[in-house]
């Protein structure tokens, strides 16, 4: 006799089942809310540059090249044109103060010269002509006035006698009478004599002044003159090194032209061009360094051009001390330009990832050896550091090597 079998709830299939489902269920919850989805690429890590982040004195400067140039040159200037007669100093040679350089003609400036200086003579002439004339005048009213005073001391002793003879009724009233007129006469020409004397001796004192004021500048137009001629001769106005340009005899050089150049050879200073991006904050006073032979000199910026030209300006920088041995005129020098005071900062090493990121953002290795992409924040930058703000931490590593072959991939699996 057959017997109903009870049937079971929990079979083996249906088990499998739910144990499949619930596996199922966690895998998509796991996957909606706890699985990475940022995209991965497999890269060498022998191929990357990685660099650690580290705390330390952050300066801020910049790497430039100057050129050493004399501190002190003096231009040589034509004053004035003609043909190069004889080249007594070659350029490259040491000169002293009054060693004749050049040594130049012009014919036509020779006859300007002497007719200048006839003209001069003559007007000088007539200078001294019009202030013998006035002397000779001043004598002629001088020996008027003696002329007079001498009638009047021949006339007074007469009058006083004929006065006193007139009034003792022992001369007539006609023979008084001409004495006493000449003698009046003459005390009224000296007056008058006098007077003009006086007035004339004004005028040519204020006259002989200027005479004297004329033929001064006369005597230095003249020696103005004399000296025109001097001016072929090119002499050095200070010690120094010479440089002139190509210079053959029988060259013309015409008034003005710059023919060359005197370097002091003491002192140097560097002419140092710099991108105008730097400009604002460039100032006088600024330090800088190179290094020679082994040894690190420093400058200082004393003189700043703020002219543009093709994008750059230029600066002068002295020696703080003694110039170095053994330096050039024209010779280059790689020098640190200090923009800024040192301060602790965090540091993260300069590389190719700033051009693909903008220093927005770099790839941080994380704990498992992976990279992983972080935005940061970056402040200023030298040749070797950029000074870290914001995202980054004493010692982490960083790939600091270009990311133009990973694309937007957001993890880096090295292997």
Sequence with gaps: MDRKL?????????????????????????????????????????????????????????????????????????????????????????????????????????????????????????LRQTRLFLDQNDLSQQGQLAEIDYQISLLQPQYKRFKELHEKKLVSDREFEEVAEQYEYNLKRKELTYKSYKSDSIARSYQLAQLRQSESRMNASLNGVGQILNNLVIKAPIAGQLAMEQIEVGQAINSGERYGQIDVQDEFKVRVPIDELYLPRIGRGLKGKFTLSGVDHELEIMKIYPTITNGRFEVDMKFTGESPQGIRRGQSVRIRLQLSDSEQSLLLPTGGFFKDTGGNWVFVINSSGNAEKRNIRLGNKNPEFYEVLEGLVEGEKVIISGYENFGKNEILDLN
């Design 6 to 126: 009870a049937k079971k709830t929990w079979t083996p299939k249906r088990i499998a089942w739910i144990v499949g489902g619930v596996v199922l269920v966690a895998g998509i919850i796991y996957q909606i809310g706890y699985a990475d989805h940022r995209s991965t690429m497999n890269v060498e890590k022998d191929r990357l540059s990685i660099a650690t982040v580290s705390k330390g004195e952050f300066t801020d400067y910049i790497l430039v090249s100057g050129q050493i140039e004399p501190a002190q040159t003096f231009f040589l200037d034509a004053i004035e044109g003609g043909m190069v007669a004889q080249i007594v100093r070659e350029s490259g040679a040491i000169v002293e103060v009054g060693d004749t350089i050049l040594i130049m003609a012009n014919s036509n400036l020779q006859l300007d010269v002497m007719q200048r200086e006839t003209m001069l003579y003559e007007q000088i002439n007539n």
